[in-house]
């Protein structure tokens, strides 16, 4: 399948706020019709963090438990549910891993594999004790880490956690360049990163803001997936506000300009070695 490129939709992160673009998603009705609109137009997975009542991030297991209830209602849809794990500040363990345990359709779940300052706001704690409770869970419940790169340091990381075996083949990894405390987003950056993966890993890109573009055509171009959103990126152009759908058909004509073609779902999670989905 090498002519096949995943899209993820990154749907509404944990910052991303409605008064810069109105078109993120908030509640659980919002994000389930977001999720499925997305996999209209071509996302193999979707992203899921969930928002509070007053729109800060929040990892509430029933609005977890909601989202995926409304979106599986959708009986044609068999997009792949990828969730956080780090969707709020200042949690504890269980409610980082909570909805794993309880809500079985939860396919894919982000293993952020280091810590590091998050800019200015704080300390984006991953700290391995965490982590190895984190992949142990994953494995007991049959969820697929999405291990999340932000650093070169965090690739060393991720190693040692495959020898380990608390992270088993192939790895999903996907990239994330542009957040202030990690690596840039400049395509010199993907490159270093990308030569520097452990053997047989799949994997994804994506560059937060104006680094958008730079690294989806680079990925592509190295024979990577893809990652788009509105936790990435509020913009299609200068001005120009997106919406989840209008990034996810921009990344499907991008793929296609490069004489591939998007994934199915059942064709990431063949990549992926998940399991088949019945609908």
Known sequence: MNDKVIISCALTGAWSPKEKNLYVPYTPQEIADDAYASWKAGAAIVHLH???ENGQGTMDKERFRESVRLLREHKDCDVIINCTSSGAANLTEEERMAHF???PEIEMGS???GSFNWADVGIFDNNPAFLKKLCNTYNQYDVKPEVEIFDYGM????KYYIEKGYIKGPMWCQLVL?????MDATVDNLLYLVRHLPENTVWSATGIGTGHLPIMYTAVALGGHLRVGLEDNLYMSRGLKATNPMMVER???VVKEFGKQPATPAEAREILGIKEFAL
């Not at 690739?155 to 991720?158: D, R, S």
């Not at 542009?178 to 990690?182: A, E, K, Q, R, T």
């Open 155 to 158: 690739l060393g990381n991720a």
């Open 111 to 113: 293993c952020d594999i």
């Open 178 to 182: 542009g957040v202030l405390g990690g």
């Open 50 to 52: 969930m928002r509070d």
């Open 251 to 253: 990344a499907v004509r």
């Open 101 to 103: 345990i309880g809500i």
